[in-house]
Every structure is written in C-alpha cells, then in structure tokens.
C-alpha cells in the first residue's frame, strides 16, 4: 500500500485533543472577555451601588416619588 519507508502523515483525529482546542478554545476566551467586562463594570461603579441595580436604569424599584 505504502513504499517501503515511507509513512502517511496523520493531521486529525489525534486523540480528540484538536476538536477540544477547536471547541474549547473559543469557549475559554469568550468566557475570559466575559469575566474581564464584568470586573471592569463593577470598578466603574460607585460605592454602595451594584451592577444589579445598573441595569434597569436607576429604577426605584416600581416606587412613586413623592
């Protein structure tokens, strides 16, 4: 089948650890750009104020003003 001494080179299906780069891979950088955000969010934040009641706009709560 082969020449004598000559050997086929294998690419893919080493194992499974090239489809684990390929799919971990993005998944742990997407994460760590996920982690990364969420500190610099909660730096920017003033004292006392978390990044929950951030995000709905500085609502009260659903409380009238008086």
């Not at 089948?1 to 742990?28: N, S």
């Not at 934040?45 to 409380?63: T, V």
Request: no cysteine; proline share 5%.
């Amino acid at each position: 089948m082969f020449a004598a001494g000559a050997r086929p080179v294998i690419v893919a299906h080493q194992g499974g650890w090239d489809e684990v780069l390929l799919i971990g891979g993005p998944i742990i950088i997407i994460a760590g750009l996920l982690i990364l955000a969420k500190k610099r969010v909660d730096s920017a934040l003033p004292e006392g104020q978390d990044s929950e009641s951030s995000l709905n706009g500085g609502a009260d709560g659903g409380k009238a003003a008086d």
